[in-house]
């Protein structure tokens, strides 16, 4: 227990928790509730049986009972959560402070836990590499970081024990090696994890094994065997894909800005590879070509020099992060290899340097360049230094302004705030669930980042509108810098349709002119549909397949995706706005007087609203 919680255990074992929830006074409890502490008066917790069952089917980490009841108020508490099998917590601690206070320490406690298990990996990985000391090395390093008894045991005898005396404690295990789970003499917990048909690993712990120190433990017996194997090769397949978890995970790091601990990860595998200050991150489309072999001529030819992942979220993407180191040139190498593979449609997109702790940025940087390079002749586009975009030609008081108040309830949460626009700036992009695996993340938990986002400042995150309107705004916080002045008078129409977003907009729209379809037409109605090609048909008045078709035509002049923005039957039910967005933005400065505009959310602090479609926009009337 934590003394400044004041909490005492009531029923129950230990459990993982990420965060306290405050169960709110009207009855009921919705969203994802899974490794959350439930915090609650005996005042909020009327049908408690029924309420408990409801904790423990979704998974709660348990119940905490502020302000201090008394034992004939929690009885009925009690015997709902024994029935229900789930942890019941008492606290001396008003559920004020636990709203304003405690609530935030449970998360920074996680936080705090998770960094030390990053750092655990990373110390661990660093005996990755082969050596006479190598058993040794890693039970020593279980011994202290779980303050365990360690042997490493083979057909011939201990080959290591941390504390020396473990062989000694252990003695009755060693003798049982096949039995996974076992209780010692002494009654210390111990597991034996197999390291081959001869070999095993004993890891004893006072208390059970956390989650996190179970992973510890599994990642400690993957490098011992691969350290005892006899003579290994990198080529290896085990080996091999041991180093692509690796990188995967370096990768993942990097992409939340986690550089310090990622050059810790890769300092067992390549030494030095991360010790830089900016890189650049390309992304390779495999399309036709079979990716494996596509990966191996990556390696081939940049050899150690970069960190080549398989992209985890689109199965023909390979992502490498290139470190700037000024000895080699890997720009050209990659084009040269996009230009062997050539004959099945590979592309490339690069993205100009950033910060280490930037990676994330510089992927979206380059998942855009790769995007254009689809339409490009050559099928490259590598950016070398950053591309002015929409944010950047925006006024940057006004729209700083704008964005301060759409985003103000996520703002000004404490510390916070900015992580998880982050976040949801990333899963806005690229969809929920391929921006949970690029950064390793779980599904649920970004959505639920995403949702108390747009929950917080009230719009609808299935309406594609809003989300073009929500990643706007995150855009701008993240490029202009805080206004000095509140402009009041700021607002998404008067920034949309300044004379700088007008000329730039006639610009990006100025390739569809010459098309004798009239697609800016058949746009504007797809936008103004909410993206529906069988509204916008029914506006037009033509074929649904002659919307598609023309939206497809559109594609190449403008050198973005569209249509794959839209998801087909059985996917996600979001878009992908890196197309869609600067479409929009272009069709709403250049709406001409009388015309409909799409319909963006507008804030009226402190509720955000929608703002109201323009008559005329049911029928289609002024669509032209």
């Keep these: 227990m934590i003394p400044e919680f004041g909490t005492a255990a009531e029923f129950g074992a230990d459990r993982e928790v990420h965060r306290a929830?405050?169960?709110?006074?009207?009855?009921?409890?919705?969203?994802?509730?899974?490794?959350?502490?439930?915090?609650a008066t005996v005042a909020r917790l009327r049908a408690a049986d029924r309420l408990v069952q409801t904790l423990s089917v979704g998974r709660a980490a348990g119940l905490l009972v502020a302000d201090a009841p008394d034992t004939a108020s929690l009885a009925a508490i009690r015997e709902a959560a024994v029935r229900h099998h789930l942890p019941l917590l008492t606290s001396t601690r008003?559920?004020?402070?636990?709203?304003?206070?405690?609530?935030?320490?449970?998360?920074?406690?996680?936080?705090?836990?998770?960094?030390?298990?990053?750092?655990?990996?990373?110390?661990?990985?660093?005996?990755?590499?082969?050596?006479?000391?190598?058993?040794?090395?890693?039970?020593g390093l279980l011994a202290r970081e779980l303050d365990a008894d360690v042997v490493v045991r083979s057909a011939d005898g201990i080959l290591a024990a941390a504390p020396p005396a473990a062989q000694l404690s252990l003695a009755s295990v060693t003798h049982q090696p096949d039995v996974p789970h076992q209780t010692t003499p002494g009654g210390m917990f111990a597991r034996t994890v197999p390291l081959s048909p001869d070999e095993?690993?004993?890891?004893?712990?006072?208390?059970?094994?956390?989650?996190?120190?179970?992973?510890?433990?599994?990642?400690?017996?993957?490098?011992?065997a691969f350290a005892l194997a006899p003579r290994p090769h990198p080529a290896d397949a085990p080996f091999a894909a041991a180093v692509r978890g690796i990188r995967l995970s370096a990768f993942q790091l990097l992409m939340t800005g986690h550089a310090i601990h990622a050059q810790r990860v890769m300092a067992g595998v390549t030494p030095g590879l991360l010790d830089t200050?900016?890189?650049?991150?390309?992304?390779?489309?495999?399309?036709?070509?079979?990716?494996?072999?596509?990966?191996?001529?990556?390696?081939?030819?940049?050899?150690?020099?970069?960190?080549?992942?398989?992209?985890?979220?689109?199965?023909?993407?390979?992502?490498?992060?290139?470190?700037r180191h000024h000895e080699h040139d890997a720009e050209r190498e990659l084009c040269r290899l996009r230009e062997a593979f050539a004959s099945a449609d590979v592309s490339l997109g690069g993205s100009?340097?950033?910060?280490?702790?930037?990676?994330?940025?510089?992927?979206?940087?380059?998942?855009?360049?790769?995007t254009r390079a689809a339409h490009h002749p050559e099928r490259t586009v590598v950016a070398s230094s950053r591309t002015p975009g929409l944010v950047d030609i925006l006024p940057a008081a006004p729209a700083r302004a704008w964005a301060d108040r759409f985003l103000h309830p996520i703002l000004s949460m404490p510390r916070e705030g900015r992580q998880i626009l982050e976040a949801t700036a990333m899963a806005l992009e690229f969809r929920t669930s391929a921006a949970a695996r690029v950064i390793g993340v779980h599904r649920n938990t970004?959505?639920?980042?995403?949702?108390?986002?747009?929950?917080?400042?009230?719009?609808?995150?299935?309406?594609?509108?809003?989300?073009?309107?929500?990643?706007?705004?995150?855009?701008?916080?993240?490029?202009?810098?805080?206004?000095?002045?509140?402009?009041?008078?700021?607002?998404?129409?008067?920034?949309?349709?300044h004379t700088r977003v007008r000329a730039w907009a006639e610009t990006a729209l100025r390739p569809l002119a010459d098309d004798r379809r009239d697609l800016v037409r058949t746009l504007r109605a797809w936008v103004l549909s909410e993206f529906s090609a069988d509204t916008?048909?029914?506006?037009?008045?033509?074929?649904?397949?002659?919307?598609?078709?023309?939206?497809?035509?559109?594609?190449?002049?403008?050198?973005?995706?569209?249509?794959?923005?839209?998801?087909?039957?059985?996917?996600?039910?979001?878009?992908?706005?890196?197309?869609?967005?600067?479409?929009t933005v272009a069709l709403y400065a250049t709406t001409p007087p009388g015309g409909v505009h799409p319909a963006f959310p507008t804030v009226t602090w402190p509720r955000t609203t929608r703002q109201p479609v323009p008559r005329g926009a049911e029928t289609g009337t002024d669509l032209r």
């Excluded at 035509?553 to 998801?567: N, S």
């Design 94 to 139: 008003s559920l004020a402070v636990w709203e304003s206070e405690l609530a935030r320490t449970v998360v920074d406690l996680c936080v705090a836990s998770a960094r030390r298990h990053s750092a655990r990996l990373g110390a661990l990985l660093e005996h990755l590499r082969p050596s006479s000391d190598t058993a040794s090395d890693i039970s």
């Design 277 to 323: 200050e900016t890189a650049r991150v390309f992304i390779v489309d495999c399309a036709r070509a079979d990716r494996d072999t596509v990966m191996a001529e990556v390696e081939r030819r940049l050899d150690s020099r970069t960190l080549p992942v398989r992209c985890p979220a689109f199965h023909e993407h390979i992502i490498i992060v290139v470190p």
């Design 446 to 497: 970004v959505a639920r980042r995403v949702n108390q986002v747009c929950g917080g400042v009230g719009i609808n995150p299935e309406r594609t509108l809003d989300r073009i309107a929500l990643s706007l705004a995150i855009q701008i916080v993240h490029t202009h810098h805080a206004s000095s002045t509140d402009d009041a008078d700021a607002s998404l129409h008067n920034l949309l349709t």
């Design 21 to 39: 929830l405050i169960l709110p006074d009207e009855p009921g409890i919705g969203g994802d509730i899974e490794k959350a502490l439930i915090v």
């Design 352 to 370: 100009p340097p950033h910060p280490l702790e930037g990676v994330g940025d510089a992927y979206a940087e380059a998942a855009d360049a790769l």
């Design 536 to 583: 916008a048909a029914a506006r037009l008045g033509i074929a649904t397949k002659t919307v598609r078709s023309h939206i497809r035509a559109a594609e190449p002049l403008l050198r973005k995706d569209l249509i794959t923005g839209i998801p087909q039957d059985g996917e996600d039910t979001e878009q992908r706005l890196s197309g869609i967005r600067p479409l």
């Design 200 to 224: 095993t690993l004993i890891v004893a712990t006072k208390e059970p094994q956390s989650r996190a120190d179970r992973a510890v433990v599994t990642h400690a017996a993957t490098a011992l």
